[in-house]
């Protein structure tokens, strides 16, 4: 994982994760998913590698569904549920459904790494035009942002809370 700059995550309380993955995570993942979407729309009309570019779009059109719907869920389910926890004292009868999310998230890294493979690994071809190139690099930024969300919530936010409850029990 990237390291991050001022903000120690291990240091941060459950809700304040949750934020932190909302501002610094989310909030980027929303704008990239809006520009390559765009660029996802210009890159139809491309004529270089259709067969492997319409594949790339069907993918994308479902990463961004699932993410959206991660998001979603996380803003208006999870997050103000660990909030509410938290604010009660009762973060360690949080019940979270940890191996739901796990789920979502291996379906979500899948998909992934098979626009990675499309994607030539984000090394970019010299055949390609540029909406192409500018779709692959802002998938490139989008990959990461996505996996390091992923990671805050795998093996940050859920191990604290999970710990949280077994201390309780």
């Not at 699932?66 to 009660?88: G, H, T, Y």
Request: proline share 5%; net charge negative; with cysteine.
């Amino acid at each position: 994982m990237m390291a991050s700059h001022l903000v120690e995550v291990n240091e941060l309380t459950p809700p304040q994760l949750c934020h932190y993955i909302e501002q610094k995570h989310y909030a980027p993942i929303r704008q990239s998913l809006e520009t390559l979407t765009e660029y996802s729309n210009l890159m139809q009309h491309s004529d270089v590698e259709p067969d492997k570019l319409s594949v790339g779009h069907m993918l994308f059109g479902r990463l961004k569904e699932e993410m959206e719907q991660v998001i979603r869920n996380d803003s208006m389910i999870l997050f103000p549920l660990i909030a509410q926890a938290d604010a009660k004292g009762r973060i360690r009868e949080a019940t979270i459904p940890a191996q739901m999310i796990r789920d979502k998230n291996k379906k979500i890294l899948s998909l992934l790494e098979k626009l990675r493979l499309i994607a030539n690994n984000f090394i970019l071809k010299p055949e390609w035009d540029t909406d192409t190139r500018m779709f692959f690099e802002e998938l490139f930024s989008l990959d990461q942002l996505i996996t390091q969300a992923i990671y805050l919530k795998e093996n940050v936010l859920l191990p604290r809370i999970q710990k949280a409850s077994e201390q309780a029990g």
